[in-house]
T-cell receptor, first 113, second 109 residues
Framework: GAGVSQSPSNKVTEKGKDVELRCDPI?????LYWYRQSLGQGLEFLIY????????KSGLPSDRFSAERTGGSVSTLTIQRTQQEDSAVYLC???????????FGPGTRLTVL | KNEVEQSPQNLTAQEGEFITINCSYS?????LHWLQQHPGGGIVSLFM???GKKKHGRLIATINIQEKHSSLHITASHPRDSAVYIC???????????FGQGTILTVHP
């Protein structure tokens, strides 16, 4: 596709369950970023990928959060044992090269009941 | 104190008015971004700049590196400009963004 896509668009889960969020960046974009947007915290950085490596994962809030990227393309953000405070919109962005203009996906709205 | 501060937090204008949103930051940056988010919508990049001034249609962005300050101007504002405008700074060479809290702009017809 022409832009960054994310799936699912909405996810409702029960506290304690695991969830996987997917990001398909723009083809050829080497850099990929995950951000989170929540009412209390605004927008915050989670993790950065260059190719399949994650040289900066400093924004992951706990060890329940993990992410991987395969083939220099698709990325998956996994949240284990979800908590209510994990409820937020999870955004993925990609750029052609690190530091370039970032293109954002539509986000996944996660609700933990 | 947040690393990126925007003002005002809320802005209401009448159609046709000139709009200014300000952003101040306290860290060294490689680039500053202005983003737009419509209600219920995704985030769109408006500008990425590291010096001087950029213009796109009715939108103008300026940055003063020495003063660590940027402004986003909208000329001849229109109701479709109603959105949240977010200032974000890239403090690393690889583009990790730190965000301001956003400015909610409402333009009335």
């Amino acid at each position: 596709g022409a832009g960054v896509s994310q799936s699912p668009s909405n996810k409702v889960t029960e506290k304690g369950k695991d969830v996987e969020l997917r990001c398909d960046p723009i083809s050829g974009h080497t850099a990929l970023y995950w951000y989170r947007q929540s009412l209390g915290q605004g927008l915050e950085f989670l993790i950065y990928f260059q190719g399949n490596s994650a040289p900066d994962k400093s924004g992951l809030p706990s060890d329940r959060f993990s992410a991987e990227r395969t083939g220099g393309s698709v990325s998956t953000l996994t949240i284990q044992r979800t908590q209510q405070e994990d409820s937020a919109v999870y955004l993925c962005a990609s750029s052609l090269m690190p530091g370039d203009e970032q293109f954002f996906g539509p986000g996944t709205r996660l609700t933990v009941l | 104190k947040n690393e990126v501060e925007q003002s005002p937090q809320n802005l209401t204008a009448q159609e046709g008015e000139f709009i200014t949103i300000n952003c101040s930051y306290s860290v060294g940056i490689s680039a500053l971004h202005w983003l737009q988010q419509h209600p219920g919508g995704g985030i769109v990049s408006l500008f990425m700049l590291s010096s001087g001034k950029k213009k796109h249609g009715r939108l103008i962005a300026t940055i003063n590196i020495q003063e660590k300050h940027s402004s986003l101007h909208i000329t001849a504002s229109h109701p479709r400009d109603s959105a949240v405008y977010i200032c974000a700074v890239g403090g690393t060479s690889y583009g990790k963004l730190t965000f301001g809290q956003g400015t909610i702009l409402t333009v009335h017809p």
